[in-house]
T-cell receptor, first 115, second 110 residues
Framework: DSGVTQTPKHLITATGQRVTLRCSPRSGDLSVYWYQQSLDQGLQFLIQ???????AKGNILERFSAQQFPDLHSELNLSSLELGDSALYFC??????????????FGPGTRLTVL | DAKTTQPPSMDCAEGRAANLPCNHS???????VYWYRQIHSQGPQYIIHGLKNNETNEMASLIITEDRKSSTLILPHATLRDTAVYYC???????????FGAGTTVTVRA
């Protein structure tokens, strides 16, 4: 158990819909990262937040957005969903913004299925 | 970012040591070698990391060559539960993201 929690575990929805994925980081961690894992793309970094502020962006679609709240939990919002958005979405947390031995610990993931 | 090269797959007998190689010939002085594994579709699990020296923890040992161009992850006594995809990742000290490659699929056989 990494200490990172994600809800829900599974999500099934239809094309065009909007969903919200939630992540609670490990106690004391200020950084939250979102990754997407699809069958054909592998694990891809989406976005990072540190203490409520966006710090880095990866290959995140404009239809996707995220935020980190004052209690440090984070939400990933996916809108206008397409079939290709079906994937596993992982959240990770770490103690710092970046640097040194700042190890990221991953949650169990949310499996999103878009029908 | 330094790239890593890993064999796509390897088998290991239960109870034996599993030695997983990784090449990172373009690694820079401030880049760490991290190892994660992913069991089925679970979240990637941190195993170990190192900069220059060999490292050991309760899960594994990491041997980094003197020139730092390659490393080996050693699982001392592999069990069936060690069957997973193992990722070797080079991580710069001011990096923010982990760049996962294809990894090595390790199958531990009874």
């Amino acid at each position: 158990d990494s200490g990172v929690t994600q809800t829900p575990k599974h999500l099934i929805t239809a094309t065009g819909q909007r969903v919200t994925l939630r992540c609670s980081p490990r106690s004391g961690d200020l950084s939250v990262y979102w990754y997407q894992q699809s069958l054909d793309q592998g694990l891809q970094f989406l976005i990072q937040y540190y203490n409520g502020e966006e710090r880095a962006k990866g290959n995140i679609l404009e239809r996707f957005s995220a935020q980190q709240f004052p209690d440090l939990h984070s939400e990933l919002n996916l809108s206008s969903l397409e079939l290709g958005d079906s994937a596993l979405y992982f959240c990770a947390s770490s103690a710092r913004v970046a640097g040194g031995t700042d190890t990221q610990y991953f949650g169990p993931g949310t499996r999103l299925t878009v029908l | 970012d330094a790239k890593t090269t890993q064999p796509p797959s390897m088998d290991c007998a239960e109870g034996r040591a599993a030695n997983l190689p990784c090449n990172h010939s373009t690694i820079s002085g401030n880049e760490y070698v991290y190892w994660y594994r992913q069991i089925h579709s679970q979240g990637p699990q941190y195993i170990i990391h190192g900069l220059k020296n060999n490292e050991t923890n309760e899960m594994a040992s990491l041997i980094i060559t003197e020139d730092r161009k390659s490393s080996t992850l050693i699982l001392p006594h592999a069990t069936l539960r060690d069957t997973a995809v193992y990722y070797c990742i080079v991580f710069r000290s001011n990096d923010y993201k982990l760049s996962f490659g294809a990894g090595t699929t390790v199958t531990v056989r009874a």
